[in-house]
């Protein structure tokens, strides 16, 4: 076996990775046409692919790097861990250090009565978590009939069968055998697509009634949880109005069904405070949480439920847990990355310092002719791109083509931003400056102009 390492020529690192390598959400054909890019160092925004190629990651990787890239302490604080204890599991009454230090910092954290944490490895694992949990939860109360999950359509909630499922992502249910049963999607509030002549505020509050509807019609002994992102992202990083989440926590409290925030993209300061629950007033009884909790440097995720749901799952025993859950290496980057989150001030800075800064710069992108509306809020933001601002209207092409242009243009001006269909979306890494807020809107408008050139 031949050592493969950074110093091989790029075409030598593609050719062995398109051979054995298979990629998530990739076509094999792309693959084996074009290659791989290769990433091979990061520091603070900014990526270096292997021909020397420095790209501005507007995506924090995928949407996790918080604390931007190459901060040793993490590094330090893996090793240390490695050293006095890599492994050991949190099932059958026992426990560790990392594991009970992560727990007691998140019930810090969060906000409400939100203390008790569940540990999986990643965002689909602690969905899958939350189905679980739900379930395990009305069965302890005496109603194990409540067993249906209501959701959205165009929501992400991860690739495992059962958060695939919770997702409203046609294309991935088109693959078989998803929704798994008792999942039922309501319809999106993504007013910019499908709000028509309404005015937004009705429009939210319309679709919030939706979930109300949902409700009475499958029973509402039979509804047992509502989940969604505070804000979409990724079905295109979609704020939804302000009169949505009110009235989704008025449905949720009357008919007396569990509120579950998927935090995994908002959480750790991305919407300008710590949860997005907290940025968009949600009182969720679970919060799912992934990424920024690690910055992306260790897979961790986590289940994170209020007081009263951990009281009923404490009268039984829960036969769910991951060979990872509360893995002590990953628990220790987690807490490092939370330590220096909080002590430097990182989401207090972004929230009320760069995020109004990126407002103002990211929100000018409207004037731009291909561009018809340019959201943000925090450190998150999308711009849909049209033929006519006027009417809202869709490029005749197949949805996603001048998006994937737009996003290609944007690698040949070193910037990493993706498209959803033929939205643009950005999350950058959360210790963004000024400097290079400036530095993303210039290439984000080069990339503009040529897709437009492109399209006369
Ligand atoms: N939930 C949301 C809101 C997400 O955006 C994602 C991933 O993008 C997930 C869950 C799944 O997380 P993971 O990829 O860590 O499984």
């Known amino acids: 076996m031949s050592l493969?390492?950074?110093?091989?020529?790029?075409?030598?690192?593609?050719?062995?990775?398109?051979?054995?390598?298979?990629?998530?959400?990739?076509?094999?054909?792309?693959?084996?046409k074009k290659g791989a890019r290769v990433i091979t160092r990061a520091k603070g925004v900014t990526l270096t692919d292997s021909d020397g190629n420095e790209f501005l990651d507007a995506m924090a990787g995928l949407w996790c790097v918080n604390l931007g890239y190459g901060r040793h302490e993490l590094a330090?604080?893996?090793?240390?861990?490695?050293?006095?204890?890599?492994?050991?599991n949190t099932f059958f009454q026992t426990t560790h250090v990392p594991a009970i230090a992560l727990a007691d910092r998140l019930a810090e954290l969060t906000p409400y009565d939100l203390n008790n944490v569940f540990f999986a490895s990643s965002g689909s694992e602690a969905n899958?978590?939350?189905?679980?949990?739900?379930?395990?939860?009305?069965?302890?109360?005496?109603?194990?009939?409540?067993?249906?999950?209501?959701?959205?359509?165009?929501?992400?909630?991860?690739s495992s069968m059962g958060s695939a499922s919770l997702g409203g992502m046609a294309y991935m249910h088109a693959q078989g055998g998803m929704p798994i049963p008792d999942i039922h999607h309501i319809d999106q509030p993504h007013w910019w697509a499908e709000g028509g002549d309404m005015d937004p505020n009705e429009f939210g509050l319309q679709r919030a009634r939706a979930l109300e509807e949902a409700i009475l019609e499958l029973g509402e002994d039979r509804v047992g949880?509502?989940?969604?992102?505070?804000?979409?992202?990724?079905?295109?990083?979609i704020i939804p109005p302000e009169t949505y989440w009110?009235?989704?926590?008025?449905?949720?409290?009357?008919?007396?069904?569990?509120?579950?925030?998927?935090?995994?993209?908002?959480?750790?300061?991305?919407?300008?405070?710590?949860?997005?629950?907290?940025?968009?007033?949600?009182?969720p009884h679970i919060m799912t949480v992934a990424k920024g909790i690690s910055s992306g440097y260790a897979p961790v995720g986590g289940s994170i439920v209020c007081d009263e749901v951990a009281e009923v799952l404490n009268n039984c025993e829960f036969s769910h847990g991951?060979?990872?859950?509360?893995?002590?290496?990953?628990?220790a980057v987690a807490l490092e990355n939370l330590r220096i989150l909080d002590e430097e001030g990182i989401v207090e800075q972004a929230g009320s310092e760069t995020a109004p800064y990126l407002k103002?710069?990211?929100?000018?992108?409207?004037?731009?002719?291909?561009?018809?509306?340019?959201?943000?809020?925090?450190?998150?933001?999308?711009?849909?791109?049209?033929?006519?601002?006027?009417?809202?209207?869709?490029?005749?092409?197949?949805?996603?083509?001048?998006?994937?242009?737009?996003?290609?243009?944007?690698?040949?001006?070193?910037?990493i931003m993706r498209h959803v269909g033929d939205r643009m979306v950005i999350s950058p890494p959360l210790i963004i400056t000024k400097d290079e807020v400036d530095q993303l809107i210039v290439r984000a408008s080069r990339a503009l102009d040529l897709t437009h050139k492109q399209l006369i």
């Open 4 to 32: 493969i390492t950074n110093h091989m020529p790029t075409s030598e690192l593609q050719a062995l990775d398109a051979a054995h390598h298979l990629h998530p959400f990739t076509h094999g054909h792309d693959l084996a």
């Open 76 to 88: 330090e604080a893996a090793a240390r861990q490695m050293k006095e204890l890599p492994y050991y």
């Open 128 to 158: 899958d978590t939350n189905i679980r949990l739900v379930r395990t939860y009305w069965q302890e109360k005496g109603h194990p009939q409540k067993n249906i999950i209501i959701t959205r359509k165009n929501a992400y909630h991860g």
């Open 225 to 237: 949880a509502f989940i969604g992102e505070p804000i979409q992202g990724a079905g295109g990083v």
């Open 246 to 283: 009110p009235e989704i926590q008025r449905i949720c409290d009357k008919y007396n069904i569990l509120l579950i925030a998927d935090e995994v993209i908002c959480g750790f300061g991305r919407t300008g405070k710590w949860f997005g629950s907290e940025t968009m007033g949600i009182r």
């Open 322 to 331: 991951y060979t990872y859950s509360g893995h002590p290496v990953t628990c």
């Open 360 to 415: 103002e710069k990211w929100e000018s992108l409207a004037d731009h002719p291909l561009v018809g509306e340019a959201k943000v809020i925090g450190l998150m933001g999308s711009i849909a791109l049209t033929p006519d601002k006027a009417s809202r209207a869709k490029f005749a092409s197949v949805a996603g083509t001048v998006g994937l242009m737009c996003r290609e243009h944007c690698f040949a001006n070193s910037l």
